[in-house]
Structure formats: C-alpha cells, structure tokens
C-alpha cells in the first residue's frame, strides 16, 4: 500500500462548480498536511497548511483533514479557470520524523 | 515572500557531462531539498540539508551529490550525466523541519 494515494484525475469542471480533492493516506503519525499547486512549467506554490484534524478556510479554499479515516480533501468553491493546475497533497510526522511525502497530483481543469 | 531561485529553467547537456544546479533561497531557511519531478511517478527526494556543510540522502540519490557551503545555496552535481537523467528538477527550502517547503521554479534538464 502506498503511503500516499491521489487520483491522477484529470478531473474537468465548468466555471464556478465546487471542485473536490482528495488524499488518503496509511501512515498514522502523519500530523502536517499541505496542498500545493503546479501551474505547467512552474514549480509547486504552497495553497494550504494544516495541522492535525479539522477544517481551515483561506477565501475560495479549504483544506478538511479527517486522521481517524486518514483522509483530507481540498474543496474550491466557485472554480475559476484560472484554477486549472495540477493539485500535490502532501504530509509528514511531527517532530524529526521523516520528510515530505507528496501525492502524485490531480490535475484539474476549470472551463469556461 | 519566500524566493527560492534556481539558476537555469532550461538546460541541455550531453551524456557524461559533470552538470552543476544551482539553488540560492533569501530567507535564512535551515532546511533545503532537491526534488526531481517525472511524469507518473511524482516528486522523488534526491538529497537534502538541515544544516551548513551537512547533507542527507533521499530516497533516489545514486548518479547525483550535492553541495551547501553557505546557508542559502544548495547545488546539485550530476557526477557524470546519463539519459536518465532527463526530468524537472526542483528546489526547496523550509524555515525548520515542520514548517511547509517552499519551491523554485524548476529546472527542466535535458540530457542527449
């Protein structure tokens, strides 16, 4: 079982839809969970980062982290194109327990 | 804002070539990391520093070393480049271990 699971996608929604990402994930001590997005050719921009369970919300965005189903979600409300990337979860222990562990990304395109 | 720079976007070289990465980061990051990103099989660590002159293998660090003399500037050195070779390359750095990584642009390395 891999540490980290992200359906590839590519997942295409109209303009203004409510898109929903997701990662589950194996390993328990996992406490740091972060989303990225990969615009092409460019390197990946941090969006959100949350510690532990539950929601956080920065405008458009929020990330959900659910530890007892080892499961988080990034929600984009009313979709613009200008959202169309590739999607990285990404998480790690607490402490000096290991490095990043990224998904491999979805990648999401937004139409007119 | 964190600036990661890395020195090329685009680069091509020849087969057994030493070939030289540059990263530089302004923000006085303890931690910097060198990543390499390939279609279907995600971002892969291939080395990192916690720390000045200290150095940690990754999970895929054959074919490559690295350099960090001063605390913002993080080299990769291809000993001797192979077609294999061929990806994105992408740097990171963190403030301390459970802060988020923040990533240059990339470099997309060629190898004929």
């Known amino acids: 079982q891999k540490e980290v699971e992200q359906d590839p996608g590519p997942l295409s929604v109209p303009e203004g839809a409510i898109v929903s990402l997701n990662c589950t994930y194996s390993n328990s001590a996992f406490q740091y969970f972060m989303w990225y997005r990969q615009y092409s050719r460019k390197g990946p921009e941090l969006l959100m980062y949350?510690?532990?369970?539950g929601n956080k919300e920065d405008g458009r965005f929020t990330a959900q982290v659910d530890k007892s189903s080892k499961y988080i979600s990034l929600f984009i409300r009313d979709s613009q194109p200008s959202d169309s990337a590739t999607y990285l979860c990404?998480?790690?222990?607490?402490?000096?327990?290991?490095?990043?562990?990224f998904g491999k990304g979805t990648k999401l395109s937004v139409k007119p | 804002d964190v600036k990661v720079t890395q020195s090329s976007r685009y680069l091509v070289k020849r087969t057994g070539e030493k070939v030289f990465l540059e990263c530089v980061q302004d923000?006085?990051?303890?931690?910097m990391f060198w990543y390499r990103q390939d279609p279907g099989l995600g971002l892969r660590l291939i080395y990192f520093s916690y720390d000045v002159k200290m150095k940690e293998k990754g999970d895929i660090p054959e074919g490559y070393s690295v350099s960090r003399e001063k605390k913002e500037r993080f080299s990769l050195i291809l000993e001797s480049a192979s077609t294999n070779q061929t990806s994105m390359y992408l740097c990171a750095s963190s403030l301390i271990n459970n802060q988020p990584q923040h990533f240059g642009d990339g470099t997309r390395l060629s190898i004929l």
């Open positions: 923000m006085d990051h303890e931690n």
């Open positions: 949350t510690y532990s369970s």
């Open positions: 990404a998480m790690r222990g607490g402490g000096s327990q290991g490095n990043l562990i």
